[in-house]
Each structure stands twice: as structure tokens, then as C-alpha cells.
């Protein structure tokens, strides 16, 4: 039974040093309201609020702008804005959970069902966990332009199952709540993140004018860092997309794939190199950003149709042919 006692806090630490702080979700409320409901004084909290709307139609007012929430959609309402709700017709009946990051989880000897105080939240916003999730870094400075986040797409089925199972857990009082609670915290915000991905990535297939124009800023992102060991993973989340999207889009734009792409400018680098002689073959495959000698040769072939040190002495004696002409 020791060993049990001593797992949780050991499980939980680990997460901790992994990420710094983790997302808690403190409470959670399932809501129905009548037609013509109102909150008459307008809430405001230094916790993120995500509602998720089971059925019904209302309407949140949220720092002054109008959002209309119909059912299976999410809202998430940021710290500190001001926000009230007036359900349109009918009945609304909604899923509520209110959340912050913890940088310390549960206090030493701390029992796990001991409520969470509002010192115990960190002040990060969603957007940071988002872009930690997505393997991005968060933009410096700038207030977020919304007060709000609103999904609707294809993840709403995942958010509503995530939140029934943390409503679910949250009225136990089963050992291990609170980590349990922590994980699918974590989880939820990971479905988040994508959720917002897929909607940005609709939303630019109606936009065709901003796929075109992230497919420019991906080409200089790659002719900039082809050194580099990149990937078109890496290339996708510069410009926060997907990469199956972000393949479609690149073909539909220039012709051919990323990858292709990418290649074409580090053998494009290369034949420059070699024309000087006092670089070794393996030493300009390094310095355009191929792993291995081996890799080097391969593409160099595929796209010149011979093998850089062939490339090289042709190069050559092509100079040398010039310098005869001229004497």
C-alpha cells in the first residue's frame, strides 16, 4: 500500500518537471437555462472558462461584442473579460468548466481532496499551453485579439466527450482524483489545440489568397534555414499548419512538394560549392544540410543527374577550357 501512497505525487512531479506548469481544471457545473435567461450583472474571473453547449441556442456578451453559441460548439471565455448570457429560444443546456495552470500541484501531505486555493494558479494564458502542445513558441508581447476562443468543427465530439468524463470524475472521491483530473486537463487542451488548428486551416481553404501567402512565407523560411536539419514538419509548424494541409497547399502553389523543394535548393547550394575547389565533397554535404555524404549523392543525382564530384570535374574543365580561349 506504500508504494501506491508514494506513486501518485512521483507520476505527478514527473509531469510537473516535464512541463513546467500543467492545466487544472478546479470546477465544474453542468447549466440549463429557460428562454429569455440573463445574467443581469456581467462575470468576470481570473480563470479560463470553457463552455460547452449540449443543446439549445444562447447568446454571450462577452466585453461588448455578441457571440452567438449554438449546439456543439465551445466557447472558451479568457481571464478577466467581463461576459454574461441570454438564451434565444427555448431551453440551453450547457457543460461549464473552469480551469488555470499549476506550477505546484498539491502541497506536500496536501490531502488529494483538497480544494485548489486561487494562489495555487499560475497566471499562464491558453495561448502559451496551445502553442507549448503544438510544439511552437508563444508570441512575445501583444494583447490576444479576442477575449474568446469558439470552435465548431470537427473536434466538438471530442471536447463534449472529455468534459463528461471530467464532470464524471470530478464528483468522485476516488483515489488518484486529482492527477486524474490533471491528465484529462492536459488531454483536453491538446484537442483544443488541434480544434483550432482545423478551423484555421478551413478557414484558408476559403481564404485561398492567405494559403498563398504562407506558402510564400514557408518557401523563404526554407531557402533561409535549408542548412539546417529541417523537416517539413518543422516548416508545416512555422507557418501553423498541419502537414498534411501544408503539403497540399505547397503543390497546389509551386508545382511540387516540399521536400522537393527543399532539395532543389540544397542541391542548387551545392553546385555553387563546388565550384570551388578547396571544399571536400563530404564537407559541402554538411554544409547544405544533408546528414550524410550518402544522402548528398543520392539527391545530387536525382536532380543533376550526376554525381557531385562529376559535376565538379566537368565544372573544371569547362574554367580551364575558358582560360585557354582567353590566352
Not at 508514494?6 to 513546467?20: N, Q
Request: some cysteine.
Amino acid at each position: 500500500m506504500r508504494m501506491f501512497e508514494d506513486l501518485l505525487p512521483a507520476v505527478e512531479k514527473g509531469i510537473m518537471d516535464a512541463a513546467g506548469s500543467i492545466p487544472v481544471v478546479f470546477k465544474g457545473i453542468e447549466r440549463s437555462f429557460e428562454r429569455s435567461a440573463t445574467m443581469t450583472h456581467p462575470s468576470r474571473h481570473d480563470h479560463h472558462e470553457l463552455t460547452y453547449m449540449r443543446s439549445g441556442k444562447a447568446e454571450f456578451l462577452i466585453e461588448g461584442k455578441r457571440v452567438l453559441i449554438e449546439k456543439g460548439a465551445t466557447l472558451v471565455i479568457r481571464p478577466r473579460s467581463a461576459h454574461s448570457i441570454r438564451v434565444l429560444d427555448g431551453s440551453a443546456d450547457m457543460m461549464v468548466l473552469y480551469f488555470g495552470f499549476s506550477r505546484h500541484g498539491l502541497v506536500p501531505g496536501q490531502a488529494q481532496d483538497t480544494p485548489l486555493r486561487s494562489t495555487d494558479i499560475a497566471p499562464q494564458t491558453l495561448e502559451q499551453f496551445i502553442h507549448f502542445a503544438s510544439g511552437n513558441e508563444a508570441p512575445e508581447g501583444g494583447k490576444p485579439a479576442e477575449p474568446y476562443l469558439l470552435l465548431r468543427g470537427r473536434s466538438r465530439q471530442d471536447i463534449a466527450a472529455l468534459v463528461e468524463r471530467i464532470l464524471r470524475e470530478n464528483r468522485k472521491e476516488a483515489y488518484g482524483r486529482e492527477l486524474v483530473m490533471q491528465l484529462l486537463a492536459m488531454e483536453l487542451l491538446v484537442v483544443l489545440a488541434r480544434g483550432l488548428r482545423e478551423e484555421w486551416e478551413e478557414s484558408l481553404r476559403v481564404r485561398s489568397g492567405k494559403a498563398r501567402e504562407l506558402v510564400k512565407i514557408a518557401r523563404d523560411y526554407i531557402v533561409e534555414n535549408h542548412d539546417r536539419d529541417l523537416s517539413i514538419s518543422d516548416v508545416a509548424a512555422y507557418v501553423f499548419l498541419s502537414q498534411g494541409y501544408f503539403t497540399r497547399a505547397f503543390r497546389d502553389e509551386t508545382g511540387m512538394s516540399p521536400m522537393t523543394f527543399l532539395m532543389q535548393i540544397r542541391v542548387d547550394h551545392a553546385c555553387k560549392l563546388l565550384e570551388q575547389k578547396d571544399i571536400k565533397v563530404s564537407g559541402i554535404a554538411t554544409q547544405v544540410g544533408f546528414s550524410s555524404p550518402q544522402r548528398f549523392n543520392a539527391a545530387f543525382r536525382k536532380h543533376i543527374g550526376m554525381t557531385p564530384m562529376q559535376y565538379r570535374r566537368q565544372i573544371q574543365g569547362g574554367q580551364k577550357g575558358h582560360e585557354r580561349e582567353r590566352t
